[in-house]
Nanobody
Framework: QVQLVESGGRLVQAGGSLRLSCAAS????????LPWFRQAPGKEREFVGA???????FYADSVKGRFTITRDNGKKAMYLQMSSLKPEDTAVYYC??????????????????WGQGTQVTVSS
């Protein structure tokens, strides 16, 4: 099992940058694929990006070129570096984890472990 805790969310102006962290506890962190999702009020949870156990990266088109995901297996942490933020990036951001990567990696149901979320608000 793995427990996940997100941090780093705050209010930021449009065009600004922000780095979110996802800290994990538990063993075999390096065996997990880790996505970021986000959920805005009244909307479904949306895939942002993911990093596999192998280090392969996947991004939603809406954030490609602006967001970067990295992981540090030694620190049991994953990061989401966000730049050129837009008001439409406002959401609660969640990290998740799975040991079983699939072609449906962009669906929330593929992940059994979730953090509690961290709020990102981008003002215009």
């Amino acid at each position: 099992q793995v427990q996940l805790v997100e941090s780093g969310g705050r209010l930021v102006q449009a065009g600004g940058s922000l780095r979110l962290s996802c800290a994990a506890s538990g063993e075999t962190f390096s065996d997990y694929s880790l996505p970021w999702f986000r959920q805005a009020p009244g909307k479904e949870r949306e895939f942002v990006g993911a990093i596999r156990q192998t280090g392969s990266l996947f991004y939603a088109d809406s954030v490609k070129g602006r967001f970067t995901i990295t992981r540090d297996n030694g620190k049991k942490a994953m990061y989401l570096q966000m730049s050129s933020l837009k008001p439409e990036d406002t959401a609660v951001y969640y990290c998740a984890a799975t040991m079983f990567w699939s072609g449906s990696y962009y669906l929330p149901g593929e992940y059994g472990y979730w953090g509690q979320g961290t709020q990102v608000t981008v003002s215009s």
